[in-house]
């Protein structure tokens, strides 16, 4: 689904001759194609599903976003411009993201199930939010969260 909306935009980018739109979704696709190319080895020859899609469409953010602060610091306001209209659009494709009260919730349920103590257990957590929220959840933030319900 996530594949088939990715490709209509991209046609209808070109024909609104949107090049930013283009650009950043064809930079989309190729990162995807790789990612399907990587997961061939393990027998997966239908390509990644979307919880992968949407994890490789976060860290593309987090890369922007680091681009962001490297540019700010570069005095090249300009290219944090570019790469922050690249994160509206790539965000664009992924679902709306947790406010805090559901992050607090879902962190809440995570520390139930899976029986974490401490923050030793941290990992635990992450890998039970991991599961569920992946694409809605932005996980640097959540480890903050995760450990204030944890008592470190």
Excluded: C, H, W
């Amino acid at each position: 689904m996530l594949r088939t909306r990715l490709a209509d935009a991209l046609k209808d980018s070109m024909r609104a001759k949107e090049e930013r739109r283009v650009s950043t979704i064809r930079l989309i696709l190729a990162a995807l194609k790789s990612k399907d190319i990587d997961a061939r080895p393990s027998g997966n020859t239908q390509g990644i599903g979307e919880p992968e899609i949407l994890q490789m469409m976060n860290g593309m953010i987090k890369q922007r976003r680091e681009s962001i602060e490297m540019f700010e610091k570069g005095n090249r306001p300009e290219l944090a411009k570019q790469e922050a209209e690249e994160i509206e659009i790539i965000q664009s494709f992924m679902p709306k993201q947790m406010d805090e009260a559901e992050v607090i919730a879902a962190v809440k349920e995570a520390v139930a199930a899976s029986g974490a103590a401490s923050v030793k257990d941290m990992g635990k957590v992450m890998a039970v939010l991991k599961e569920k929220y992946t694409g809605v959840m932005d996980f640097s933030k959540v480890s903050g969260v995760v450990k204030q319900q944890l008592g470190a």
